[in-house]
Nanobody, 118 residues
Framework: QVQLVESGGGLVQPGGSLRLSCATS????????MYWVRQAPGKGLEWISSVSNSGERTYYADSVKGRFTISRDNAKLSLQMNNLKSEDTAVYYC?????????????WGQGTQVTVSS
């Protein structure tokens, strides 16, 4: 079955960096767009980045553009987060795409907590 397992979260000071990973299994990774989304305390889900199945196309929310970098290799999705801010505090999830006409997210990981605080 499809499994997505995030890791790499933690506590970091403002201006610091973290690298999140998402190990995947149960599907042909190279066939699917992948996403990172996050949920800050008391807020809804926020899409932050997408990567095409080939890895050639990437997209970012304005809130993270220039600071975060999404990448993929084999069956692993990554998110390099630099210059972290307090407003980046959230649970971060990786998600797999499902496209039939339009695209949505059909599988999610359990999430990894990122806390940015001094």
């Amino acid at each position: 079955q499809v499994q997505l397992v995030e890791s790499g979260g933690g506590l970091v000071q403002p201006g610091g960096s973290l690298r999140l990973s998402c190990a995947t299994s149960g599907f042909t990774f190279s066939n699917y767009w992948m996403y990172w989304v996050r949920q800050a305390p008391g807020k809804g889900l926020e899409w932050i980045s997408s990567v095409s199945n080939s890895g050639e196309r990437t997209y970012y929310a304005d809130s993270v553009k220039g600071r975060f970098t999404i990448s993929r290799d084999n069956a692993k999705l990554s998110l390099q987060m630099n210059n972290l801010k307090s407003e980046d505090t959230a649970v971060y999830y990786c998600a797999k795409s499902y496209c039939s006409g339009s695209c949505t997210m059909d599988y999610w990981g359990q999430g990894t907590q990122v806390t940015v605080s001094s």
